[in-house]
């Protein structure tokens, strides 16, 4: 597709469960970046790739975040033994290549409820 | 550290202009870039500035002053589409970026 495509768009899940997001950047982008947002807030910064590698993983909240990004382009961001607090909007962008003056291009988010 | 200050909302009328001030406190700075979400939508790119002074595009125009660690988007001939949260974001190393809170921005008629 022409744009960065997230699924699912929305996640309902009980305490407790594990939790896979994916995300598939537009073509030809290097990096990929995930960032997270509560209701009525700013974007919060989780973890960035360039290629297959992560240079950046210190947003991550905790030790039950990871993620892994395979062949250059789908990402997925995983969530182990959900919390309450982990229920936010998981955004994720890229761009053509890791540097500054080339905008960020965003997917619609997955929007995780934990029960 | 990091932290961004911008205004939790702004109201303003059809055809007025209207500004929207974003202070940073921040390491390592590379540019300052602004972004518009409308409810329930995914943030969109407006501007970036990595030089002090003014770009323009269009009706949207953005401001930064690195000596001041301040910068602004101004908006022009506002219109109801324009209704919508905007989000500076400092730029850091590996084009990473740390956003602001976002100030909501109401047009009325």
């Known amino acids: 597709g022409a744009g960065v495509s997230q699924s699912p768009s929305n996640k309902v899940t009980e305490k407790g469960k594990d939790v896979e997001l994916r995300c598939d950047p537009i073509?030809?982008?290097?990096?990929l970046y995930w960032y997270r947002q509560s209701l009525g807030q700013g974007l919060e910064f989780l973890i960035y790739?360039?290629?297959?590698?992560?240079?950046?993983k210190s947003g991550l909240p905790s030790d039950r975040f990871s993620a892994e990004r395979t062949g250059g382009s789908v990402s997925t961001l995983t969530i182990q033994r959900t919390q309450q607090e982990d229920s936010a909007v998981y955004l994720c962008?890229?761009?053509?290549?890791?540097?500054?003056?080339?905008?960020?291009?965003f997917g619609d988010g997955t929007r995780l409820s934990i029960l | 550290g990091q932290s961004l200050e911008q205004p939790s909302e702004v109201t303003a009328v059809e055809g007025a202009i209207v500004q929207i001030n974003c202070t940073y406190q921040t390491s390592g700075f590379y540019g300052l870039s602004w972004y518009q979400q409308h409810d329930g939508g995914a943030p969109t790119f407006l501007s970036y500035n990595a030089l002090d002074g003014l770009e323009e595009t269009g009706r949207f125009s953005s401001f930064l002053s690195r000596s001041d660690s301040y910068g602004y988007l101004l908006l022009q001939e506002l219109q109801m589409k324009d209704s919508a949260s905007y989000f500076c974001a400092v730029h850091n190393a590996g084009n990473m970026l740390t956003f602001g809170g976002g100030t909501r921005l109401m047009v009325k008629p």
């Open positions: 962008a890229s761009s053509l290549e890791g540097v500054h003056n080339q905008p960020q291009h």
């Open positions: 073509s030809g982008h290097t990096a």
């Open positions: 790739f360039q290629g297959n590698s992560a240079p950046d």
